[in-house]
């Protein structure tokens, strides 16, 4: 099973992430910085693994070991494509960075002394 969430930043990024690694098991794969892959650990119950174990001379348990692997839950956490805003602090609505004014250069005088 597979699946696809989609978070607002690159913090609520990390905080989904780590969410997933320390409390559900999951182990990263990959993390670019705009996305994260994330895949279940873990070899299946014990007690499925004991039963082929004895019941096919351990043939089942390593195709049972194998099936778990290959159908493992994957997750994909992505940074929203809208969250590519610049936020301003005086209340107004937010701007994506690509429709703001380019500001130029400001010159500073700076007296040393």
């Not at 699946?3 to 999951?26: N, W």
């Not at 070899?43 to 019941?55: E, V």
């Not at 960075?97 to 500073?108: A, F, N, T, Y």
């Amino acid at each position: 099973m597979s699946r696809v969430l989609t978070v607002s930043d690159r913090r609520e990024l990390e905080e989904t992430v780590d969410q997933y690694v320390a409390e559900r098991g999951y182990k990263l794969k990959t993390d670019d910085g705009t996305e994260a892959w994330l895949v279940a650990k873990g070899m299946g119950s014990f007690w499925w693994h004991l039963l082929f174990l004895f019941l096919t001379a351990g043939f089942g348990n390593v195709a049972y070991a194998a099936y778990v692997r290959w159908h493992a839950d994957s997750v994909k956490i992505e940074v929203s494509p809208q969250s590519n805003t610049k936020t301003k602090t005086d209340g107004g609505p937010n701007v994506p960075l690509s429709e703001l004014p380019d500001e130029g250069g400001v010159e500073v005088e700076r007296s040393w002394g």
